[in-house]
């Protein structure tokens, strides 16, 4: 059963620190068919290109996102929040995050990927402006399942206006 938030004001976002990962993994673990390995994490929060912001209520780390900015554009890479808090509005504020670091970076668009049977997650995406682009056959390898490619297109006039 999920928790009940009041109010998106208890959910604090910030950048990843290197104490969050074992609490990250769990989530990770939690929430993925085919999560990433502790060696994938250490062997990329390194460079320079990966952004890995965190939500916590209160000391609680209950979700996070990967990012890579490269050239003009981000990629999404994951996403999670633990079961007990999902659809209480944390993806909506780490997505509010990736939104406000895009016009930080004046990123030209957002890419991801997203399982064809993420019906929840793509509801997210497509009310931030994602729009389908493309379809990746086999993209998963646990199971063989298509990935949607998803797009948002960033103007510099569009400021934050992404809801």
């Not at 609490?23 to 990329?44: C, G, K, N, Q």
């Not at 939500?55 to 979700?63: C, D, K």
């Not at 990967?66 to 780490?94: D, N, P, S």
């Amino acid at each position: 059963m999920a928790a009940t938030l009041q109010k998106l004001d208890f959910i604090h976002v910030s950048p990843f620190r290197p104490e969050d990962l074992d609490a990250l993994l769990v989530i990770e673990e939690e929430v993925h068919a085919s999560p990433w390995s502790r060696a994938s994490y250490e062997d990329i929060i390194c460079l320079d290109s990966i952004f890995i912001w965190v939500a916590r209520i209160q000391n609680e780390l209950v979700g996070y996102m990967l990012f890579q900015k490269a050239e003009e554009e981000i990629e999404l890479h994951t996403i999670g929040v633990t079961g007990r808090y999902q659809r209480q509005g944390i993806g909506k504020r780490l997505m509010e995050k990736l939104m406000t670091e895009a016009k930080t970076f004046g990123t030209e668009g957002i890419s991801l990927q997203v399982r064809v049977s993420n019906t929840p997650a793509q509801k997210l995406y497509l009310s931030f402006g994602f729009v389908n682009v493309g379809l990746r056959k086999k993209y998963y390898q646990d199971n063989q399942e298509d990935a949607l490619v998803m797009r948002k297109k960033l103007t510099s006039h569009e400021g934050l206006n992404f809801v």
